[in-house]
């Protein structure tokens, strides 16, 4: 079993930045996948950014590209979301996500989510 517990979200001006954190414990394996998705009141789930846990290459949504950065920290088994100038089409609950077989479509485990709210 994996657990993953988000962190950092909360309130800031249009143009400002926030990190966002995953710590990932319990079962680990050995290239999985790691997402970000965030989900708006009333729109689809999307998935902003990932990468693979052994990997260099990154994958950002349109919407985050300029803008966001995913990143690991392999000392502290922790996943960030570097999000910059900040737009108030940014608002949602953001999630991290793991997929186990790496392939970055199958997202066994999620976190509990964490808010982000940009004001205009």
């Known amino acids: 079993q994996v657990q993953l517990v988000e962190s950092g979200g909360g309130l800031v001006q249009a143009g400002g930045s926030l990190r966002l954190s995953c710590a990932v414990s319990?079962?680990?394996?050995?290239?999985?996948?790691m997402a970000w998705f965030r989900q708006a009141p009333g729109k689809e789930r999307e998935r902003v950014a990932a990468?693979?846990?052994?990997?260099?290459?990154?994958y950002y949504a349109d919407s985050a590209k300029g803008r966001f950065t995913i990143s690991r920290d392999d000392a502290k088994n922790t996943v960030y979301l570097q999000m910059n100038s900040l737009k108030p089409e940014d608002t949602a609950v953001y999630y991290c996500?793991?997929?186990?077989?790496?392939?970055?479509?199958?997202?066994?485990?999620w976190g509990q989510g964490t808010q982000v709210t940009v004001s205009s």
């Open positions: 996500a793991a997929d186990p077989t790496g392939a970055l479509r199958d997202y066994a485990y």
């Open positions: 319990g079962r680990t394996f050995s290239n999985y996948g």
């Open positions: 990468m693979r846990w052994r990997g260099d290459t990154k």
